[in-house]
């Protein structure tokens, strides 16, 4: 991606537009967070991790409270900011509560990724990490009455937000009569459900006015490590508050990514643009869009949006894109 | 009659009646049928993502999903839009409950430009034929309205959402009369109508008496 030079890191807020649904039908934005939030909790929320096993990472000094990073309606998520593993981001267990010096992670995360195998150094002048509040379904996405999200008392009549959670796809919407977050179908309570870092949301909005969220925080100071699956649907981030394109998104230089002159056969990428789904592949050299095979290289990606991926292979497990910071922080 | 050789749709119909219905209706006169889809060779599928795509002989079926499936098709030579630009006619049968989303149908010139218009899936009924309304959205380049060669339709919802539609006809229309220009309108052709009627069975009783 192309380097901007910022002096700080800098702090604010960008807006997410989500589409005027048509009243009678519904309009899907895709949106993700890239600014984070910065950690309260006691101890250190920055530091150096002195241990870690395949699911836990600790730090001896760290003087956490125990169970204050575990906390359902207020999770976190632990970043590594150094070594092999810089830029990995996992979510924080709440039903497994911290203790003053170790973290465990969500069951989800641990079960794709063996902490141990991520060559994190240890000691005294091992890795760091950083502490960063997880937003959640209420905490981005409100009320009614705060945000202006239509609720109601059933899901058919509401907009509602769908994610892509643990290799299903999943959808929430604000049921008037609990006063809360649902998932539909089951109606579960669903307020504290967090939405990682790293994943997008789909907004799906039914009345035929806009809406404006705010998004506060810092952008992100290091680079990136994000998981795609390497078989089937990874709902991917654009991670950055800054635009990008397919080509600057690096996505094709996912290790497994598979590339062809058929789109019949390529891994695909798939995005809202102009009001509808377009599904693109790469040659090689060139993304292409999917049919017209138009070079689609400079499609825009805006920022605090996202694309689906569709990885066609059968191999199970992840790959990890990397991507560099797209500015450059003097701290 | 100046009405009928101004009306262009190519499709076999009682023309005259559907013009005055159609106005009536506060539909427009004037149409260029794009595809009829099952007709053999009108419509070649280029590519698709849907599960589903069944030629017919009168229809083209395709089955999915409204969260990204697409479909590419060819038209049989260049179409002429020139003054049809403002909507299309889409008719086809959908079968099962439409989902609440948008869908889009675009037109592809032979140079790539696009000229997309955007309709809703559940303006279909469910399990009979019916036309929805797509109205134009936005165009990319310059659009050779001459020349389209292709179609695009592509979905803009969840993916939660079946699609099984069996598509019958495409047209491209010109701007909508609203209703206070239609009726009018209506009323007048279905005067002509009676004039043109009444004009023919003077001629037959002329000519039995000949």
Known sequence: MAQTTVRTVPAGYITMDITAGKGTARTITVLSLPLQDTATAAGQVVGR??????????????????????????????????????????????????TATTVTLDPADAGLTNLTALGIVIGASGDTYELIPADTLSSIFGTPATTGILGSTTSTTADYVQLFVVGTWKRYYFNTTSNDWRLVGLETASNNLPIRADSSVMFSRLPATALQLLLLGRVPSTNRKALIANSGTTFLADGWPLDATLSTSGIQTTPGWVASASSSTADVVQLMTNGAWGQYYHNGTNWLEIGLNKISDTLPLPAASGVIVLKKGAVTGNSVLTQTIPYNLSL | MIFLSCFKTKKKRPALLVSIVGVLLGTSLLAVELTGFGTPGDFTMISSTFATNTPGPTEYQIIGNDGGDTILGGLSGLKDITGEVDALYFTGTFSGLPPDSAFQIQLVDSFGNLRTYEGLWNSFANGTPSTVTLNFLNQTGSFVLTNVSSIRLRTAGSGFESINLSMDRLEAVAAIPEPATAIPLGLGLLGLLALEISRRQRVQRIMAKV
């Open chain 1, 49 to 98: 991790i002195t241990g870690v096993t395949a699911n836990t990472i600790s730090n001896s000094a760290a003087g956490w409270t125990a169970g204050g990073l575990s906390v359902t309606a207020t999770p976190y998520q632990i970043r590594i900011t150094s070594g092999t593993a810089l830029g990995r981001t996992f979510l924080l267990s709440t039903g497994t509560p911290n």
